[in-house]
């Protein structure tokens, strides 16, 4: 089992930066591939990112591509989720999740465990 926290959230301006990162407990989680999603008020929970168990595999959403980064420390057990040109439309609750498949799935029913997400707004 993996237990997920996720940090680094908070306010910033439109065009600013922010690195989330997602700490994994358990002796599993550099077998996992790590997914970032996020889910703005009203709206279905979206995937972001993804990067695979070794970190030679990442997948982007069109709408963050060329503008997010994601990679991994597993000796630190840790995912991170740069993210850089930020746009009031990302603003959102930000979700790391694990799964231990050997595809990097853009869909939220294929994670198995989740974190409790963190905040991020970008003012315009």
């Known amino acids: 089992q993996v237990q997920l926290v996720e940090s680094g959230g908070g306010l910033v301006q439109s065009g600013g930066s922010l690195r989330l990162s997602c700490a994994a407990s358990?002796?599993?989680?550099?077998?996992?591939?790590i997914g970032w999603f996020r889910q703005a008020p009203g709206k279905e929970r979206e995937f972001v990112a993804a990067?695979?168990?070794?970190?030679?595999?990442?997948n982007y959403a069109p709408s963050v591509k060329g503008r997010f980064a994601v990679s991994r420390d597993n000796a630190k057990n840790t995912v991170y989720l740069q993210m850089n040109s930020l746009k009031p439309e990302d603003t959102a609750v930000y979700y790391c999740?694990?799964?231990?498949?050997?595809?990097?799935?853009?869909?939220?029913?294929?994670?198995?465990?989740w974190g409790q997400g963190t905040q991020v707004t970008v003012s315009s």
């Open positions: 999740a694990a799964d231990l498949s050997t595809t990097l799935w853009p869909l939220v029913t294929k994670y198995d465990y």
């Open positions: 358990g002796r599993s989680f550099s077998s996992h591939n």
């Open positions: 990067i695979n168990w070794s970190g030679r595999s990442t």
